[in-house]
């Protein structure tokens, strides 16, 4: 795509500019964004409602409940797969919208489906590549699990970036993702540390707003242990099920746009593109620190 040069991500960033890019991307682009992501949402959450996950927690028979793991193996899958449609989809609309005029968010509807089915493939490759990092994280505890989930996910960020951008077969997309994905290793690492870790925070925040509606019946349920079944059944509540799809809207846009500004910051390096410098009118100097004010000096004289 020869356009990308033109694409407001694509520049060499530090830190900060990554993370006000990301800001302002975000705030641009918010509405539509939102509602795609509302609509993901929503399915997602109302799929949850057909997965008996209370069963599980009160089977404690080793072999029962592995047989109702098997059970949800399928529902489990759907929802992954439809997860990374929508993945697909947000991605599509995040590189298209500034390059191109028209209706982008139907294009993107049907036209982002052909690098769905290399998508798929590249993560579940990368998932049997994953679990083996995980096992050997879990060789250095903690540690070493939190860097295995950072490379795994700073892999990933880089996989539909590569599909669609450069429009290339799942084997050369793998090579590319790794290269660049590993062309400023400690940087991207390092970012990708920084967003997840925000990004857990936020979450965190949204969720405990989500439920102060219904902390009645928390406080019910620790005054009286016999209503902890309510606090079971709060998934299934239409006003949980909004507010949840709800909050899950306004983050999930986050990370199709994080992974363009890691791909595009790539690219930039691999291009030697200068990076951009904000100068600001009103520069503060270290003189100005303890200089007397200019129209002081200029009354003085």
Same mark, same amino acid.
């Given at each position: 795509?020869?356009?990308?040069?033109?694409?407001?991500?694509?520049?060499?960033?530090?830190?900060?500019?990554?993370?006000?890019?990301?800001?302002?991307?975000?705030?641009?682009?918010?509405?539509?964004?939102?509602?795609?992501?509302?609509?993901?949402?929503?399915?997602?959450?109302?799929?949850?409602?057909?997965?008996?996950?209370?069963?599980?927690?009160?089977?404690?028979?080793?072999?029962?409940?592995?047989?109702?793991?098997?059970?949800l193996?399928?529902?489990?899958?759907?929802?992954?797969?439809?997860?990374?449609?929508?993945?697909?989809?947000l991605?599509?609309y995040?590189?298209?919208?500034?390059?191109?005029?028209?209706?982008?968010?139907?294009?993107?509807?049907?036209?982002?489906?052909?690098?769905?089915?290399?998508?798929?493939?590249?993560?579940?490759i990368?998932?049997?590549? #994953?679990?083996? $990092?995980?096992?050997?994280? *879990?060789? /250095?505890? %903690?540690?070493? &699990?939190?860097?295995? +989930?950072?490379?795994?996910?700073?892999?990933?960020?880089?996989?539909l970036?590569?599909?669609?951008?450069?429009?290339?077969?799942?084997?050369?997309?793998?090579?590319?993702?790794?290269?660049?994905?590993?062309?400023?290793?400690?940087?991207?690492? #390092?970012?990708? $540390?920084?967003?997840?870790? *925000?990004? /857990?925070? %936020?979450?965190? &925040?949204l969720?405990? +707003?989500?439920?102060?509606?219904?902390?009645?019946?928390?406080?019910?349920?620790?005054?009286?242990?016999?209503?902890?079944?309510?606090?079971?059944?709060?998934?299934?509540?239409?006003?949980?099920?909004?507010?949840?799809?709800?909050?899950?809207?306004?983050?999930?846009?986050?990370?199709?746009?994080?992974?363009?500004?890691?791909?595009?910051?790539?690219?930039?390096?691999?291009?030697?593109?200068?990076?951009?410098?904000?100068?600001?009118?009103?520069?503060?100097r270290?003189?100005?620190?303890?200089?007397?004010?200019?129209?002081?000096?200029?009354?003085?004289?």
């Amino acid at each position: 795509m020869d356009q990308i040069k033109n694409h407001p991500l694509y520049r060499k960033h530090n830190i900060d500019s990554a993370m006000n890019a990301l800001w302002e991307f975000y705030k641009t682009g918010f509405v539509v964004l939102f509602l795609i992501s509302l609509i993901m949402s929503g399915i997602l959450q109302y799929a949850t409602v057909f997965m008996d996950i209370k069963d599980l927690q009160t089977t404690t028979d080793p072999m029962i409940l592995l047989e109702k793991l098997k059970g949800l193996i399928l529902p489990m899958v759907v929802f992954a797969v439809v997860s990374l449609f929508f993945s697909t989809i947000l991605h599509y609309y995040i590189l298209h919208k500034p390059l191109e005029k028209g209706n982008v968010i139907i294009n993107a509807l049907w036209r982002s489906a052909r690098y769905f089915v290399p998508y798929l493939i590249i993560m579940i490759i990368l998932s049997f590549v #994953g679990a083996i $990092a995980l096992v050997l994280g *879990l060789m /250095v505890l %903690i540690v070493g &699990v939190f860097f295995s +989930l950072t490379y795994i996910a700073m892999i990933s960020f880089f996989i539909l970036p590569v599909l669609m951008v450069e429009e290339c077969s799942i084997d050369i997309a793998i090579v590319r993702t790794i290269r660049l994905a590993h062309r400023n290793f400690w940087p991207n690492m #390092g970012w990708t $540390a920084v967003f997840i870790i *925000l990004f /857990v925070i %936020i979450s965190i &925040v949204l969720s405990g +707003l989500v439920l102060l509606p219904f902390a009645g019946s928390f406080m019910s349920a620790f005054a009286n242990p016999g209503e902890t079944s309510k606090i079971m059944t709060l998934p299934t509540d239409p006003l949980f099920l909004l507010l949840s799809s709800a909050v899950n809207a306004l983050t999930l846009p986050l990370f199709p746009i994080f992974a363009f500004i890691l791909y595009f910051n790539g690219r930039a390096h691999e291009d030697n593109v200068n990076p951009v410098k904000v100068e600001s009118e009103y520069k503060v100097r270290v003189e100005d620190l303890y200089a007397k004010p200019r129209n002081e000096e200029n009354n003085i004289n």
